[in-house]
């Protein structure tokens, strides 16, 4: 009822949305969106925006609370990431909204903002992993540094058991690799350990130009297609050693 009758979540389109006007709750929804988007620099915890919102001039009760959050995450799932016990949470499910509802200091939000440098530098990558079609205009998402992580981290973790141990790749794909593997921090895997992994400084204006930009997409298409190519080359190194070893030859 809280999400129907406010206009939360608009059941025609079937995705959350700005709450009515006149349905009370604008200023508390105005509120937590402020909160989650200023929260640019370090991650802030989610009791902390419980506290302010229990508070006047808001005084709203505990219940509502985590319900309103959970339509802003669900609404800015791309601008806004959360943490649990300082670790970033790349798929959110039920399981995370049954935690935080009950302990809210082991949650914290961040929001990103891509400026300068770094947003031509954000643009390589999204050709890279999301790819040119699917980039519209400014207003469609899919737009910011979540869905580069998301993915990211989906690949690596889809990938077979030997090539997420195996010591037989190059120094940048065991890097990259690993860099994926431990992110806690989305952003600081994007502009510092990616980058770092392929033997490059942070990405700032000062530190990397367009030539370099333009070497670093080229070390990370490598990379992941070495990581993507371990096992596949692997069972071909054994079939080669069988058909050697039987003297015979695949059919």
């Known amino acids: ?17 700005e709450p009515l006007p006149d349905s009370g709750i604008y200023p508390v929804w105005a509120a ?27 005084g709203v009760k505990a219940g509502p609370l985590p319900v309103l959050l959970a339509a802003i995450l669900l609404q800015y799932r791309d601008e806004i990431s959360l943490f649990q016990d300082g670790t970033f949470v790349p798929v959110l499910g039920v399981e995370h909204f049954e935690l935080l509802f009950r302990h809210p200091h082991r949650f914290a939000v961040k929001a990103f903002i891509i400026e300068g440098f770094q947003a031509s530098y954000f643009n390589e ?10 980039v519209l205009s400014p207003s469609v998402r899919n737009q910011t540094v979540l869905s580069l992580v998301t993915p990211l981290i989906k690949f ?42 392929l ?29 993507q190519k371990a096992y596949p080359e692997l069972l071909q190194t054994c079939q080669h050693s069988l058909e050697q070893a039987f003297d015979i030859s695949a059919t």
Not at 1 to 17: E, P, V
């Open 1 to 17: 009822s809280l999400l129907k009758k406010t206009g939360l979540y608009d059941t025609k389109h079937y995705k959350f949305s």
């Open 32 to 58: 937590i969106r402020e909160f989650c988007l200023n929260a640019t620099e370090t991650p802030t915890t989610v009791d902390a925006l419980f506290d302010k919102l229990q508070r006047p001039p808001f």
């Open 125 to 134: 990558l999204r050709d890279i992993l999301v790819g040119k079609a699917k």
């Open 156 to 197: 690596i973790k889809n990938l077979p058991d030997y090539t997420i141990s195996s010591n037989r790749l190059s120094p940048e794909a065991q890097l990259l690799r690993q860099a994926i593997l431990q992110t806690q921090d989305p952003g600081q895997l994007l502009f510092t350990a990616l980058p770092q992994a």
């Open 199 to 227: 033997g490059f400084h942070p990405i700032t204006s000062e530190h990397l130009q367009a030539e370099s930009l333009t070497e670093l997409k080229t070390r990370l298409i490598a990379a992941l297609r070495e990581l």
